[in-house]
C-alpha cells in the first residue's frame, strides 16, 4: 500500500487565522469608525432636554493615508457624518495631526480648513493634544481659530443660551495642563462640558458637575479580551484606557478615537466619535 504524505493542516489553519487577524487588525478595524450615542446627564446633573453634545478625537490627519489611515477623503466623511447628526455643541480633544513634524503630516493650516468645516449652531471646541505641541501648538491654535474653532487651552466660555460653561484642560503628558486655571473664570455650581485630551487630568481637577471627557489613549488600539488595554500612553491608569471612568464619586467619558499611533493597528478597539445626547 503506497503511503502518502501527512499534510500540514494545522500549520496551514493557524497560517489561515493569523493571515486573518492581520487583515482586520491592519485594514478592516482601523478604519471601521463606530458612531457611539451616550448619554449627556447623570443622577447628579440634568442637562437642558435636546442638548447633543458631540465629540471626535484623536484625528491624527496625515499623508500617508494607507499607515496612519486618517487621510483627507475619510477625515472629509467623517466631518459629514458628525455635521448630518446635528449636534449643537462639537469638542474636539486634541491630536489633530499625526507624527511630530515630519512629512507624514497635513500641514496644519490643511488641517484645520479639514476640520472647519465642522458645524454646530453653539460652537465647536478644542484643545491640543501632545501631537500637536509637538507640531507647534501656538500655530495649531491660530490656524483652528481661524477656522472658527474655540480653543480653550486652560481656559472656559459659557455656552450661548445656556448657563453652561465649555472648559479646555491643556495636555498633561506635555506639561501644559493647570486644572485649577481652566475652571477658575466658571461661576460656582455652574454646568460645565469639560474636556481634556490627556485623562490622568481627571485626577487633579476640582469637582464639576456636568460632562468631561478625554481622548489620547485610543483605547489601547489592542485590547484583549478579560485584558483591557495592552499600552496606555501617559501617567493614566491602565483601567482608564477607555469608555466611562469612575474616580471619587465622579465619572469621566474616554474615547478610543478616530486615529492610530505607532502602529496602524486596533484590535476589538474601533476607532469612533460619540454623540451625547
Given at each position: ?241 477607555y469608555g466611562w ?9 474616554v474615547t478610543s ?21
Amino acid at each position: 500500500m503506497t503511503a502518502f504524505p501527512r499534510r500540514p493542516w494545522g500549520r496551514i489553519a493557524a497560517a489561515l487565522v493569523l493571515a486573518a487577524l492581520a487583515a482586520w487588525g491592519f485594514v478592516i478595524e482601523p478604519r471601521w469608525v463606530a458612531a457611539r450615542i451616550e448619554p449627556l446627564g447623570s443622577a447628579q446633573w440634568q442637562p437642558p432636554p435636546g442638548l447633543k453634545v458631540a465629540m471626535a478625537g484623536d484625528w491624527h490627519l496625515t499623508t500617508r493615508s494607507a499607515w496612519r489611515v486618517t487621510g483627507a477623503e475619510r477625515a472629509a466623511r467623517i466631518v459629514d457624518e458628525i455635521n448630518a447628526a446635528q449636534p449643537d455643541v462639537i469638542l474636539l480633544p486634541g491630536d489633530f495631526l499625526a507624527g511630530s513634524g515630519d512629512d507624514e503630516a497635513f500641514s496644519i493650516e490643511d488641517m484645520a480648513a479639514v476640520l472647519g468645516r465642522l458645524k454646530a449652531p453653539q460652537g465647536v471646541y478644542a484643545v491640543l493634544g501632545n501631537h500637536d505641541w509637538w507640531h507647534d501648538g501656538e500655530r495649531t491654535a491660530r490656524a483652528l481659530s481661524a477656522q472658527g474653532i474655540r480653543v480653550l487651552e486652560n481656559a472656559s466660555v459659557r455656552l450661548p443660551g445656556h448657563d453652561i460653561w465649555v472648559v479646555g484642560i491643556g495636555d498633561d503628558s506635555t506639561g501644559h495642563s493647570a486644572p485649577d486655571k481652566a475652571l477658575a473664570g466658571v461661576p460656582k455650581g455652574a454646568a460645565t462640558l469639560v474636556m481634556m485630551h490627556d485623562p490622568f487630568s481627571f485626577a487633579t481637577m476640582p469637582r464639576t458637575q456636568g460632562l468631561v471627557v478625554a481622548s489620547h489613549t485610543h483605547g489601547g488600539q489592542v485590547s484583549v479580551p478579560g485584558h483591557g488595554a495592552l499600552v496606555v500612553p501617559g501617567r493614566a491608569p491602565r483601567e482608564w484606557a477607555y469608555g466611562w471612568i469612575a474616580h471619587k464619586g465622579r465619572r469621566m467619558y474616554v474615547t478610543s478615537g478616530l486615529g492610530v499611533s505607532i502602529l496602524p493597528v486596533r484590535f476589538n478597539m474601533r476607532p469612533e466619535w460619540v454623540m451625547f445626547r
